[in-house]
């Protein structure tokens, strides 16, 4: 069975662009959650989906967004990056909503120059 | 400015001695907790977790235990391989049907040959 798939593994942008990650769940997991991990921060969550549904939200500006489609896979999109958007983006598919294992991809680094 | 990192607590132990990873969570309404390990350069790897209505669960090499009346996790790593060195964080689900998990700071578990 396959795990998390995370794309692109690495990725360099500049200030002001934008950029969009995407993240494949295990295969019938419905929920999908996004985390930003930095050295200074640490793993801070961003947000969850489930069944193409944002049930929660982090405390991220606007910039940050994501969706989820039909087939679960996820993407979170960050619009006019800043320097601080530095990170690992990781994302965790669990199989349902509520207390259940919750399996992390490896993860996009984002490096804004 | 140079950004600085969250200082990791680092314990560090001799091949073949039994570690003890502590967590302090915050949420005392949190009913689920999961413990991950995090080598350089990947994702969280699920290690094993712990719903709030039991003080011990046992896996292969590792338990862990739940205070609750202190909010206090702890993991144990039986004859510790140099393998299991790595960051070790406890992540707590907030309760209800929420997915987002709040993570500790983590610990870094180095283990002397």
């Known amino acids: 069975k396959a795990g998390v798939t995370q794309t692109p593994r690495y990725l360099i942008k500049t200030r002001g662009q934008q950029v969009t990650l995407s993240c494949s769940p295990i295969?019938?997991?419905?929920?999908v959650s996004w985390y930003q991990q930095t050295p200074g921060q640490g793993l801070q969550f961003l947000f969850e989906?489930?069944?193409?549904?944002?049930?929660n939200k982090g405390n991220f500006p606007g910039r940050f967004s994501g969706r989820q489609f039909s087939n679960s896979r996820s993407e979170m999109n960050v619009s006019t990056l800043e320097l601080g958007d530095s990170a690992l983006y990781l994302c965790?598919?669990?199989?349902?909503?509520?207390?259940?294992?919750?399996?992390f991809g490896q993860g996009t680094r984002l490096t804004v120059v | 400015g140079e950004s600085v990192g969250l200082h990791l607590p680092t314990l560090s132990v001799q091949e073949g001695d039994n570690s003890i990873i502590n967590c302090a969570y915050s949420?005392?309404?949190?009913?689920?907790f999961i413990w991950y390990k995090q080598e350089s350069g990947k994702g969280p790897q699920f290690i094993i977790d712990?719903?709030?209505?039991?003080d011990k669960r046992q896996g292969q090499r590792v338990t862990v235990l739940l205070n609750k009346t202190v909010k206090h996790l702890s993991l144990q790593i039986a004859a510790t391989q140099p393998g299991d060195s790595a960051v070790y964080f406890c992540?707590?689900?907030?309760?209800?049907?929420?997915?987002?998990?709040?993570f500790g700071t983590g610990t870094l578990l180095a283990v002397q040959p």
């Open positions: 295969s019938g997991h419905r929920s």
């Open positions: 965790a598919s669990r199989a349902f909503q509520g207390n259940t294992e919750a399996f």
């Open positions: 949420n005392s309404a949190s009913d689920y």
């Open positions: 989906y489930f069944s193409e549904t944002q049930r």
């Open positions: 712990i719903r709030s209505n039991m």
């Open positions: 992540a707590e689900n907030g309760g209800g049907a929420t997915n987002k998990l709040i």
